[in-house]
C-alpha cells in the first residue's frame, strides 16, 4: 500500500482478548482485560510523549480495541472509532473453534489467501481496500502522522501488501504471508517492516 506523501502510521494490535483462545477470531467482539488495555495505553502515550505525536487516536469498533481507547480519552486524547478498522470478518467461521472449521475450507482459503473469503465473510482483498480507503482519507487530510489501535489481520496487510497486488489480481498462498505482530506491539509504516515494543 506504498503511496506518496504517506503520513507515518503508528500502529498497536490490541491486547489479549478475553476467550480466544483456540477460536477463529474476527469481527466476534471479545473484551479484554482492563488492566491489559490501561498498560497498552500506558506505552501508546509514552510513544506519543517521546516522538511529538498528536493527541489523537483512531480505533476499530471491536472492544478489544475500543477498550485502550477510552483509558487515552480519559487522559485527554481524541479517540475515534472508525469501522474500516475492524479485523477481517470471517464469516460463518467467526468465534467458532479452529477445531470445528472444516479442514477442506481452510485448505483453500490458504491457497489463495488474497481473495478467497473465508467462510464466506470478506477476502484479504475487500480488507485491504477498506484499509486503502482509510490511508487515503489521512493522507488527504495532511495528517503528519496517525496513531491507530487495531488488529492483526490489517497491520499485517498494511505493512506488507502492497497496493498494486491487490488491484492487478495477483495471487498469495498462506506459507508467502507474514506473522502477525504479537499483541500489544507497535508496528510503524512506512518504516521499518518489524514490530517494536510499544
Not at 489463495?112 to 473465508?118: I, N
Not at 470478506?122 to 485491504?128: G, K, Q
Not at 502522522?145 to 487495531?150: E, S, T
Amino acid at each position: 500500500m506504498n503511496g506518496d506523501q504517506t503520513p507515518a502510521f503508528w500502529c498497536w494490535r490490541h491486547p489479549r482478548a478475553t476467550g480466544a483462545a483456540g477460536r477463529c477470531i474476527g469481527r466476534t467482539d471479545l473484551p479484554v482485560d482492563a488492566r491489559r488495555a490501561k498498560r497498552l495505553a500506558h506505552r501508546l502515550r509514552a510513544t506519543a510523549r517521546r516522538e511529538r505525536l498528536p493527541r489523537l487516536v483512531w480505533v476499530s469498533p471491536l472492544q478489544r480495541c475500543r477498550a485502550v481507547g477510552r483509558w487515552l480519552a480519559r487522559w485527554g486524547y481524541t479517540c475515534r472509532v472508525d469501522a474500516r478498522l475492524a479485523e477481517l470478518d470471517f464469516g460463518r467461521w467467526d468465534g467458532r473453534p479452529w477445531s470445528e472449521v472444516p479442514w477442506r475450507e481452510v485448505q483453500a482459503w490458504e491457497a489463495d489467501l488474497l481473495h478467497h473469503a473465508p467462510g464466506a465473510g470478506e477476502s484479504l482483498a475487500r480488507l485491504a481496500a477498506r484499509l486503502q480507503s482509510f490511508v487515503d482519507e489521512r493522507r488527504g487530510a495532511g495528517d503528519r502522522a496517525v496513531l491507530m489501535v487495531g488488529h492483526g489481520g490489517w497491520i499485517t496487510a498494511l505493512a506488507h501488501l502492497p497496493r498494486a497486488a491487490v488491484a492487478e489480481g495477483a495471487t498469495l498462498s498462506a506459507a508467502q504471508w507474514p506473522a502477525a505482530p504479537r499483541l500489544g506491539a507497535l508496528v510503524r509504516w512506512p518504516a521499518p517492516d518489524t514490530a517494536h515494543p510499544g
